[in-house]
């Protein structure tokens, strides 16, 4: 029997990158998934991804409207949706902090209050939050994006605290410089790509950018009911980029 077996998933962000990487994971491994995103109309076995905007209230409740349609129980959600922002707290307006924290943060608590009465009614529930390096390394102008990175590994903890007689774990994962759409935008944008791409990998004691894969592994790790005793864990995918220090 695979893994996620008759399981239901909820993946937002899931057009591209860590969100694709891990619903393609989780519909190997048996999982029926919704893939919630901006980008509409594409079809993932059978099942849609269902446009939604989780910085918009009534966006999130029409897709949750949608999932309730084809499910009654969810057992996982992946929050992985968000944007970055590049600045330092000198040059970001108040608009873009407002913009960023809405997405990042108060995004996945939406998310998540919405799912909260399916997911009470599985017997194998976990949410997985996807949290950044930028919440526990200060990384060069990158303030709001640490800042919304770091309330989201203290909602981790505060989840996972609310919600232990709900029977459901809560964690996060702390992935480092990831080769996603993001990277690769701001990658064009330097002046010199290849100067941009090699020091974001010198940073990382491995020598290179994670991937996609990489992240969506320990997310599926903590999501299976095999991880059963795993809450408030955050779980870092980052090269040795936190905890080791080589040269």
């Known amino acids: 029997m695979r893994e996620f077996e008759g399981l239901a998933a909820v993946v937002t962000g899931a057009s591209s990158g860590i969100g694709f990487a891990t619903a393609t994971k989780l519909t190997q491994g048996g999982a029926i998934v919704f893939g919630l995103d901006l980008s509409p109309g594409v079809v993932f076995d059978n099942y ?11 966006s999130v409740s029409n897709a949750f409207k ?10 996982i959600l992946v929050n992985n949706a968000g944007i970055g922002a590049v600045g330092t707290i000198e040059s970001t307006e108040d608009a873009v902090w407002q913009r960023v924290l809405n997405i990042n943060v108060v995004g996945t608590a939406r ?4 799912a909260l009465p399916f997911l009470r009614l599985s017997k194998s529930t976990s949410i997985v939050n996807v949290c950044s390096i930028a919440a526990t390394a200060g990384i060069q102008a990158r303030a709001l994006y640490s800042a919304s990175k770091g309330a989201i590994l203290s909602l981790t903890l505060a989840m996972a605290a609310d919600h232990l007689q709900d029977g459901i774990r809560v964690n996060c994962v702390n992935p480092g410089t990831a080769d996603t759409p993001w990277v690769q935008r701001l990658l064009a944008a330097a002046a010199d790509t290849d100067l941009a791409l090699a020091a974001l990998k010198a940073r990382q004691p491995m020598g290179r950018l994670v991937t996609a894969d990489e992240v969506a592994h320990a997310i599926c790790f ?14 870092a995918v980052d090269g040795g980029m936190q905890g080791l220090r080589v040269k």
């Open 222 to 235: 903590l999501a299976s009911p095999m991880s059963s005793s795993t809450t408030g864990t955050s779980v």
């Open 66 to 75: 949608l999932i309730a349609s084809e499910v009654s129980v969810v057992d």
């Open 111 to 114: 998310v998540s209050r919405e």
């Open 48 to 58: 849609p991804w269902i446009e939604c905007d989780i910085g918009d209230t009534a």
